[in-house]
Every structure is written in C-alpha cells, then in structure tokens.
C-alpha cells in the first residue's frame, strides 16, 4: 500500500510540473528534486527488505519511524505540494464551488488554524513517541499488517504537519491564527524546532535505563539471529537518539536560505523604491536628525 501511494505522489507531482510547463509558468528545479527524494525515502522504508526487518527487529522499526517522521516530511515539504497544487488547479470567477476553492476554504478554516497550531502540532509529534512505545497502542497495531501500515503513515501524516509549519515553504493555516502572529516566524521556527530536543532525550534515557523490553512485540528473540532484545533495543534508542541532528541541520538550513532570500528581495524593493522618489525617506529622516541637531543647540547657547 505505502509503496503504492509513494509512487502515486510522485506521478501526480509530475504530472502537475508538465501541465505548469505547457502554461509556461516555470516551477524552481530544487522543490522537484527535494519532492523526489522524499518519495525515494518513503520507498525504500516501505518497498525494501527494511520494512520486513522492521518487524522482527525493534532497531530497524526506528530507522522507520526516524525517517518517516522526520526526514521524509522534511524532504516532502520542501517541494511546495500546497503551492504547486494552487498554481495548477484552475481559476474560476463566480459562483460555484471546484477544487481551487475548495483547497482554499480548507485552508482558511478553523479546523486548520486548530491542527497547524505550533502547540497542537509539537503536541502530535511527541505524542508519537511517548503515546505509542508507553502504551498499549504499539503492540495492538503490530498484530495486524494494516495496523502496521496505519502506523507508518500516522509517522508520515504528523511530521508532515509539523515541518509544514516550521518550514513555512506552502502558505500555512497557522498565519492567520491567534497568538502565533506575536512571534516573529524565525523566532517560533527556531523555539518550535528546539522544544522537542529535550523531550528525545528524555525519551531515550527511559528506554536506555529499561531493564525489560518497552513494548510487547519484540520481547522474545528472532530464533537462529542470536539477537538479544535488550540490545536491540538498546542499538534503537541510539538511533532515536542520533537521528535527530541531521533533519534538524536540514531545516536550519532551510530556514537560513529562505530568510537569506527574504532579505535580499527587501533590499531590492528598497533601493528600488529609493530609486524612483530619489531616496525621500532617507532625506526625511536626516532633516529630522538636522532639526533635532539645530534644537540641542540652541538650548545649549541660550542664556
């Protein structure tokens, strides 16, 4: 099924690149690149002899779930879905309802606004780990391939949620909501990526410290592999532990270039706006210094 659907996702990207060109609207090359590589991150959790060893090992499931939730979402939100979809589903003028106003009102409503919440969404990711490997739900999805496959996607769904907001690449939701317009966007990125470090850690000292395997599944050894839970185990909390600093030095990056490209296309409209009324605000602003100036003056040569 995940194969499936990462293949879908790639032929529709394209698909939506080919209807842009023959418009002859021009799409930035590195969204396509970062879109494909997301979907090759999904294949080769999914489609690959990893997904069959995710099931027997505990070490191998947490490359899964690392990679899911954290860098294949990365990778997916760099490529623009949302905005490459607003750019190629057509405009109507009037009455009635199509798939552009549609996208649109969804993402204009308080449903949205709610679950792309800085809060609701940190709140989503930690719950991936601590709401899933400290409770019964672990074990009960693993009994079944379609529990299995619920719980991949789940790892997918959220971390998609969660970059999508910190990476700001597609118009978000969360723009428009209450509270999160008293922050500045650099500062709430950089507070929002940082929150969950120490919640990881917190997290892999628990199961670093675990004298017993944390859930169910993978309590008993494969036999023939001489493969102790425990160790194994062990080997998956440093990789939950570990995984984290290469998404998070992709999205400082990230954010580096983007607001390095804000910057420069500020200073471009400003020189290009002192251009055309001869720099008038400069001028203003050094004849109120001037006035200033002239008025200590007199107050200091005045009797």
Known sequence: ?????????????????????????????????????????????????????????????????????????????????????????????????????????????????FVTHPGVTTGLFLMSLYGLYFTPVFDYLMRTMWGHNLMLVHFLVIGMLYFWGILGVDPSPREASRGVRRLAPPVLAILELFITVPFHAFFGVVVMMSVAPIVGFYTYPVPGWTISPLADQSLGDGIAWGFTELPTLLVLGALFLRWQSAATRHDRVADRKAAQDGDAERVAYNSYLAAIGARDDRSETAP
């Open 1 to 113: 099924m995940l194969p499936t659907l990462a293949l879908l996702l790639a032929v529709l990207y394209l698909f939506a690149l080919w209807h842009l060109h023959r418009s002859g609207i021009r799409w930035p090359v590195q969204r396509t690149v970062w879109w494909l590589l997301g979907v090759a991150t999904l294949i080769l959790m999914t489609a690959t002899g990893l997904d069959g060893y995710g099931i027997r090992l505990f070490s191998v499931h947490m490359v899964q779930h690392m990679t899911l939730s954290m860098f294949s979402p990365v990778l997916l939100a760099l490529g623009a879905p949302v905005t490459l979809l607003l750019r190629v589903l057509p405009t109507r003028h009037g009455g009635g309802w199509n798939l552009r106003k549609g996208l649109l009102a969804l993402l204009h409503s308080r449903f949205a606004q």
